[in-house]
């Protein structure tokens, strides 16, 4: 029998956000928008209606606490928890970052290295290096706040002084401080509001580093000299076009502060020599509209002016890749502007060819070293990595014949993902390369850039007797309306899924199907602990590779944007019918779950297809784009015009937006509509709290099964730590399993 107290609580009621009409009238057509108030969070009514959306959630789910509290243990069980990354040689230390037991955030620190040596030191769990120096605990940072992300750091080329960045509201704007390595003593540079990234001069005397404007996007490029007032801080550059975006590093060789602005479509470089780090930055090619490029500082034998051999004086190079004209990308080798004369921008067009473009290759990335160049790109929807000498690519810019020589790292796994990792040093004998599948974890090389032997330093541990041969991955095609054909990854537990002889399922299995599609981002084979979970409960992990993404080049990514948006949605509906029509499941046990501009997909989704799927999760999810994108004075939304397009100036796209947004779709009567869940955060900057909130008030009073469950003390990547980020995703999948008819598992 209930105490008294327990008898007198009042049953939980689902909350109804009241309506408030107001009209937004653009090209001739006017939208009702009942719940626009929802938008001000300092508002204790909007507040009070959060709280009771996410005590709502926590009521409707109070019966899956077991389930969340066993998945939450298993991923636990799985996890080294007092773990040590491989260690990374740059100066005189090695650096690595380890974990311990009970503790939410990593722990940063280094240890000398002898001359010469390049084998990293190998601890075991649980021990601590000898001579360790700790440079950064974030546990210590974080204690006192309910949340705390690292933005960025950096130490000094001399290794005297480090530079980090903390947030501890989840609103992306960061505090940069200095720390003397040599006495451990925080100095008194502190520069409030920053955005993340910033660098030293490789002298450890400058930091260059960004702030944001009133719209949070990243405009100024600032220089701090170290010890001096941050009141007479420099403004290096300054970027007024709302559309541009602007970033700050140093090149690898250390003689070049590389200055980026970009917008979607759009890019330009400037460099600024390190041993003249007050002098004005130079551009490299002057920015046109539509042409891209990034560029790489590389020092080749022979340079330009060198003969067919690669002989002749090393000389200083700029390796760019660009789209101009090439739309998967090519690399060319230009010289470095101002070297010799006037300090004008480069002419492209003066710039040498070293690897042409490819239809069906999209060159991603160049990284430069002393001895050769290694290259990420992509071609049959997986990521690859290259390396090339830098005597070959001397020649090559000096006009030998023949196509440039790249030695490809090959991989045994029908589906992976292959990427250069921390590799610091610009003269080094190896890099690192870090592989990963869905069924095979994380695993960090040395690959010898003389041989192209890979040497496995570190394979991430997953406790419990994990064994990569009990799951299988593959990759399957959907068709979609238009007859593109769109890739479907798929993973599963071998013995919870039995296929025949002709590849049959033998009975439909409950099916998790995750889609984004935004941005050129694309979604690669990613291992993850919490997801066995699921696997090991019988249900298929499949993720749609839908237009918008850039799995297949460049092309992939303009057939999914903008006026063409409409294809990222079609697509993955195309996906999830192609998954009931071959066997794999039914749309009684499939959940469709996407993340912000995924978030947008699976909520748009649910309204073209609303019987395919039995649940929905959306997080952080972008579902009122028209509103968002139509005011110009909202965080990001110029910025984004390039890729969802201007509704505000443009009526075709204002159509094309209206007749897809989530929000403005949601019909009359949505009883018919699956489960919907929405996670979200207050104090996200990117995706605002708002659009799920009235997303889920209109779903609500149309009759939808729908809950909503915020986050108070979070940002746009949720939750900061990792206990903390278990718990949440616990959360999350025990909803998942519920909805497929496995809550009790």
Same mark, same amino acid.
Request: hydrophobic share 40%; proline share 8%.
């Given at each position: 029998?209930?105490?008294?107290?327990?008898?007198?609580?009042?049953?939980?009621?689902?909350?109804?956000?009241?309506?408030?009409?107001?009209?937004?009238?653009?090209?001739?057509?006017?939208?009702?928008?009942?719940?626009?108030?929802?938008?001000?969070?300092?508002?204790?009514?909007?507040?009070?209606?959060?709280?009771?959306?996410?005590?709502?959630?926590?009521?409707?789910?109070?019966?899956?606490?077991?389930?969340?509290?066993?998945?939450?243990?298993?991923?636990?069980?799985?996890?080294?928890?007092?773990?040590?990354?491989?260690?990374?040689?740059?100066?005189?230390?090695?650096?690595?970052?380890?974990?311990?037991?009970?503790?939410?955030?990593?722990?940063?620190?280094?240890?000398?290295?002898?001359?010469?040596?390049?084998?990293?030191?190998?601890?075991?769990?649980?021990?601590?290096?000898?001579?360790?120096?700790?440079?950064?605990?974030?546990?210590?940072?974080?204690?006192?706040?309910?949340?705390?992300?690292?933005?960025?750091?950096?130490?000094?080329?001399?290794?005297?002084?480090?530079?980090?960045?903390?947030?501890?509201?989840?609103?992306?704007?960061?505090?940069?401080?200095?720390?003397?390595?040599?006495?451990?003593?925080?100095?008194?540079?502190?520069?409030?509001?920053?955005?993340?990234?910033?660098?030293?001069?490789?002298?450890?005397?400058y930091v260059f580093y960004l702030t944001v404007d009133e719209a949070w996007r990243p405009d100024k490029v600032w220089r701090h000299k170290v010890g001096t007032p941050v009141g007479d801080d420099v403004v290096v550059f300054h970027e007024p076009d709302e559309r541009?975006?602007?970033?700050?590093?140093?090149?690898?060789?250390?003689?070049?502060?590389?200055?980026?602005?970009?917008?979607?479509?759009?890019?330009? %470089?400037? $460099?600024?020599?390190? !041993? +003249?780090?007050?002098?004005? *930055?130079?551009?490299?090619?002057? =920015?046109?509209?539509? @042409? &891209?490029?990034?560029?790489?500082?590389?020092?080749?034998?022979?340079?330009?002016?060198?003969?067919?051999?690669?002989?002749?004086?090393?000389?200083?190079?700029?390796?760019?890749?660009?789209?101009?004209?090439?739309?998967?990308?090519?690399?060319?080798?230009?010289?470095?502007?101002?070297?010799?004369?006037?300090? %004008?921008? $480069?002419?492209?067009? !003066? +710039?040498?060819?070293?690897? *042409?473009?490819?239809?069906?290759? =999209?060159?991603?990335? @160049? &990284?430069?070293?002393?001895?050769?160049?290694?290259?990420?790109?992509?071609?049959?929807?997986?990521?690859?990595?290259?390396?090339?000498?830098?005597?070959?690519?001397?020649?090559?810019?000096?006009?030998?014949?023949?196509?440039?020589?790249?030695?490809?790292?090959?991989?045994?796994?029908?589906?992976?993902?292959?990427?250069?990792?921390?590799?610091?040093?610009?003269?080094?004998?190896?890099?690192?390369?870090?592989?990963?599948?869905?069924?095979?974890?994380?695993?960090?090389?040395?690959?010898?850039?003389?041989?192209?032997?890979?040497?496995?330093?570190?394979?991430?541990?997953?406790?419990?007797?994990?064994?990569p041969e009990r799951y299988v991955q593959l990759r399957e095609w959907a068709t979609a309306e238009d007859g593109t054909r769109v890739p479907v990854s798929l993973v599963w537990r071998r013995d919870a899924v039995t296929l025949d002889g002709a590849g049959t399922r033998a009975e439909p299995a409950p099916l998790l199907l995750y889609g984004y599609g935004s941005y050129e981002i694309s979604m690669d084979p990613w291992f993850s602990v919490p997801r066995l979970s699921l696997l090991d409960r019988g249900v298929v992990?499949?993720?749609?590779?839908?237009?918008?993404?850039?799995?297949?080049?460049?092309?992939?990514?303009?057939?999914?944007?903008?006026?063409?948006?409409?294809?990222?949605?079609?697509?993955?509906?195309?996906?999830?019918?192609?998954?009931?029509?071959?066997?794999?499941?039914?749309?009684?046990?499939?959940?469709?779950?996407?993340?912000?501009?995924?978030?947008?997909?699976?909520?748009?989704?649910?309204?073209?297809?609303?019987?395919?799927?039995?649940?929905?999760?959306?997080?952080?999810?972008?579902?009122?784009?028209?509103?968002?994108?139509?005011?110009?004075?909202?965080?990001?939304?110029?910025?984004?015009?390039?890729?969802?397009?201007?509704?505000?100036?443009?009526?075709?796209?204002?159509?094309?937006?209206?007749?897809?947004?989530?929000?403005?779709?949601?019909?009359?009567?949505?009883?018919?509509?699956?489960?919907?869940?929405?996670?979200?955060?207050?104090?996200?900057?990117?995706?605002?709290?708002?659009?799920?909130?009235?997303?889920?008030?209109?779903?609500?009073?149309?009759?939808?099964?729908?809950?909503?469950?915020?986050?108070?003390?979070?940002?746009?990547?949720?939750?900061?730590?990792?206990?903390?980020?278990?718990?949440?995703?616990?959360?999350?999948?025990?909803?998942?399993?519920?909805?497929?008819?496995?809550?009790?598992?």
């Amino acid at each position: 029998m209930p105490d008294a107290d327990t008898a007198l609580q009042p049953e939980p009621v689902a909350p109804v956000a009241e309506r408030r009409p107001t009209a937004r009238t653009h090209h001739g057509d006017t939208f009702t928008d009942d719940y626009e108030w929802l938008r001000d969070g300092e508002d204790p009514a909007v507040v009070a209606h959060l709280e009771a959306e996410t005590a709502w959630a926590e009521a409707r789910t109070a019966h899956l606490a077991p389930l969340r509290e066993r998945l939450f243990a298993e991923t636990k069980e799985r996890t080294l928890e007092t773990d040590l990354s491989v260690p990374v040689r740059q100066g005189g230390y090695w650096y690595y970052s380890r974990t311990v037991e009970g503790e939410q955030y990593a722990i940063h620190a280094r240890v000398p290295a002898q001359a010469g040596d390049r084998t990293p030191p190998r601890v075991e769990p649980g021990e601590v290096p000898a001579g360790e120096q700790v440079l950064l605990d974030e546990n210590a940072e974080a204690r006192g706040h309910d949340f705390f992300a690292l933005g960025g750091s950096d130490v000094s080329a001399d290794g005297s002084r480090l530079l980090y960045q903390v947030d501890t509201q989840g609103d992306e704007r960061y505090t940069l401080r200095l720390r003397d390595l040599t006495t451990g003593q925080e100095l008194p540079d502190v520069v409030e509001d920053t955005a993340p990234g910033a660098a030293f001069t490789p002298d450890g005397a400058y930091v260059f580093y960004l702030t944001v404007d009133e719209a949070w996007r990243p405009d100024k490029v600032w220089r701090h000299k170290v010890g001096t007032p941050v009141g007479d801080d420099v403004v290096v550059f300054h970027e007024p076009d709302e559309r541009f975006w602007v970033g700050v590093g140093v090149t690898r060789s250390e003689r070049f502060v590389v200055i980026e602005a970009a917008a979607k479509l759009t890019s330009e %470089a400037r $460099l600024v020599d390190v !041993a +003249a780090p007050e002098a004005e *930055p130079r551009v490299v090619w002057a =920015r046109r509209e539509g @042409v &891209e490029y990034t560029v790489e500082h590389a020092v080749l034998p022979g340079g330009v002016s060198g003969d067919a051999d690669g002989g002749g004086v090393p000389r200083d190079v700029l390796l760019v890749l660009h789209n101009d004209g090439a739309v998967n990308f090519e690399l060319v080798v230009t010289p470095v502007p101002g070297r010799d004369g006037a300090g %004008a921008p $480069l002419d492209p067009a !003066a +710039a040498v060819v070293v690897l *042409p473009h490819d239809p069906a290759v =999209r060159l991603d990335a @160049v &990284e430069a070293f002393a001895t050769h160049v290694v290259l990420g790109y992509r071609r049959e929807a997986l990521t690859r990595v290259g390396v090339v000498d830098v005597a070959a690519l001397g020649r090559a810019a000096a006009g030998a014949a023949g196509r440039l020589p790249v030695r490809e790292l090959e991989l045994d796994e029908p589906l992976f993902t292959v990427g250069l990792g921390a590799s610091p040093e610009w003269d080094q004998p190896s890099v690192r390369v870090v592989t990963e599948s869905f069924v095979t974890p994380p695993g960090v090389h040395d690959l010898d850039l003389a041989t192209g032997e890979m040497t496995l330093l570190k394979r991430q541990p997953v406790l419990g007797g994990y064994d990569p041969e009990r799951y299988v991955q593959l990759r399957e095609w959907a068709t979609a309306e238009d007859g593109t054909r769109v890739p479907v990854s798929l993973v599963w537990r071998r013995d919870a899924v039995t296929l025949d002889g002709a590849g049959t399922r033998a009975e439909p299995a409950p099916l998790l199907l995750y889609g984004y599609g935004s941005y050129e981002i694309s979604m690669d084979p990613w291992f993850s602990v919490p997801r066995l979970s699921l696997l090991d409960r019988g249900v298929v992990f499949a993720v749609a590779h839908v237009r918008g993404g850039g799995e297949l080049g460049r092309r992939w990514y303009d057939d999914g944007k903008m006026a063409a948006k409409p294809h990222t949605f079609g697509d993955f509906v195309a996906v999830g019918r192609h998954l009931v029509d071959a066997g794999w499941t039914t749309p009684e046990r499939m959940v469709a779950e996407g993340g912000s501009a995924g978030g947008l997909l699976v909520g748009a989704v649910v309204n073209l297809a609303p019987d395919l799927f039995a649940g929905v999760h959306a997080a952080v999810p972008f579902v009122d784009p028209l509103t968002s994108m139509l005011d110009p004075t909202l965080p990001l939304t110029v910025t984004e015009w390039e890729e969802w397009g201007d509704p505000l100036h443009d009526p075709e796209i204002y159509a094309v937006m209206k007749g897809y947004a989530p929000y403005e779709n949601v019909p009359d009567d949505a009883t018919h509509y699956p489960r919907v869940l929405a996670t979200t955060s207050f104090h996200d900057t990117r995706v605002l709290f708002v659009e799920p909130a009235k997303w889920v008030a209109r779903l609500r009073a149309a009759g939808a099964p729908v809950l909503l469950r915020i986050e108070m003390a979070a940002g746009h990547g949720g939750v900061s730590g990792r206990y903390a980020r278990w718990e949440q995703v616990a959360w999350e999948n025990a909803w998942l399993l519920d909805v497929l008819g496995l809550g009790e598992g």
